[in-house]
């Protein structure tokens, strides 16, 4: 089994920044594709970035030029750094990853989620 640990969430003010983190621990070969997503009440969650094991990262538009994301391959580990925060990134956000493993297919994997509020 593969667990995500998310940490980093929290209530910030609009303007503010937070960084969040995902760690990947359990049994596989290698940390693919991580990724952050958002879940807000009542919409469809969606991508906010991904970043491959070489570093090539996808971003939103919505947080183009805001977030940054980052990662650790020896921890594997994956920080998103949020700077600029408004109002309407008030989520929930989850880590994802797809992982490789010893034997059989690759698999997909996703944390519990942190809140992040962007209130005054």
């Known amino acids: 089994q593969v667990q995500l640990v998310e940490s980093g969430g929290g209530l910030v003010q609009p303007g503010g920044s937070l960084r969040l983190s995902c760690a990947a621990s359990?049994?596989?070969?290698?940390?693919?594709?991580m990724g952050w997503y958002r879940q807000i009440p009542g919409k469809e969650r969606e991508l906010v970035a991904r970043?491959?094991?070489?570093?090539?990262?996808q971003y939103a538009d919505s947080v183009k030029g805001r977030f940054t994301i980052s990662r650790d391959n020896a921890k594997n580990t994956v920080y998103m750094q949020m700077d600029s925060l408004k109002p309407e990134d008030t989520a929930v956000y989850l880590c994802?990853?797809?992982?490789?493993?010893?034997?059989?297919?690759?698999?997909?994997?996703w944390g519990q989620g942190t809140l992040v509020t962007v209130s005054s």
């Open positions: 994802n990853a797809d992982y490789k493993r010893y034997l059989g297919r690759d698999l997909e994997v």
């Open positions: 359990g049994r596989f070969v290698s940390i693919n594709v």
């Open positions: 970043i491959s094991r070489d570093g090539d990262s």
